[in-house]
T-cell receptor, first 114, second 114 residues
Framework: EPEVTQTPSHQVTQMGQEVILRCVPI?????FYWYRQILGQKVEFLVS????????KSEIFDDQFSVERPDGSNFTLKIRSTKLEDSAMYFC????????????FGSGTRLTVV | AQKVTQAQTEISVVEKEDVTLDCVYE???????LFWYKQPPSGELVFLIR??????QNEISGRYSWNFQKSTSSFNFTITASQVVDSAVYFC???????????FGAGTRLTVKP
């Protein structure tokens, strides 16, 4: 079964550093998402991406965040200047509206900001 | 905007007991999708079910069953004869057909004791 792949599985970074989280969505999916889950809390929507542009973003997704689909296969989330409170699990997902399951999630990247 | 409420923060049962996890949702759309995901201690999000708003038929899959009631805006999940391996956080989620991004409830942590 096709998978959404996220790399790295765990990243430690220093406060103030830029970090890029990478995702390879399923190839024929058209909608892409990033979600965040702070440890022990709910899964929060960050941003959705369709047709090479952001279609919706949450209030969490401020100017420190950006997304890109640079080469037609990767889908990246960049955090420009990380803060301690950015420490969380970040999930990438892609969506095929025709499928019963719909959304396929990656296994997540755990970001730790120190 | 859509909203999902999982009022039960934590539930603890003894193996073989039945347990029901509650989910109440709010949406103004007439077309929407409801989901349940399981998050085991390893952290990934495991898809359990997707239901569209036009299909109120209850579903059973092995020990799992789902009760969708549009009249009360609820989509409850029952595990019959619970097992220790069912211990996880369970998330209910909703996506509206108009925007496709999925919003999660706060989750219910289920602990099944031997």
């Amino acid at each position: 079964e096709p998978e959404v792949t996220q790399t790295p599985s765990h990243q430690v970074t220093q406060m103030g550093q830029e970090v890029i989280l990478r995702c390879v969505p399923i190839s024929n999916h058209l909608y892409f998402y990033w979600y965040r889950q702070i440890l022990g809390q709910k899964v929060e929507f960050l941003v959705s991406f369709y047709n090479n542009e952001i279609s919706e973003k949450s209030e969490i997704f401020d100017d420190q965040f950006s997304v890109e689909r640079p080469d037609g296969s990767n889908f990246t989330l960049k955090i420009r200047s990380t803060k301690l409170e950015d420490s969380a699990m970040y999930f990438c997902a892609s969506l095929d509206t025709r499928q019963v399951r719909g959304y396929t999630f990656g296994s997540g990247t755990r970001l730790t900001v120190v | 905007a859509q909203k999902v409420t999982q009022a039960q923060t934590e539930i603890s049962v003894v193996e073989k007991e039945d347990v029901t996890l509650d989910c109440v949702y709010e949406t103004r759309d007439t077309t929407y999708y409801l989901f349940w995901y399981k998050q085991p201690p390893s952290g990934e999000l495991v898809f359990l079910i997707r239901r569209n708003s036009f299909d109120e038929q209850n579903e059973i899959s092995g020990r799992y069953s789902w009760n969708f009631q549009k009249s009360t805006s609820s989509f409850n999940f029952t595990i019959t004869a619970s097992q220790v391996v069912d211990s996880a956080v369970y998330f209910c989620a909703l996506s509206e057909a108009g925007n496709n991004d999925m919003r999660f409830g706060a989750g219910t942590r289920l602990t099944v004791k031997p």
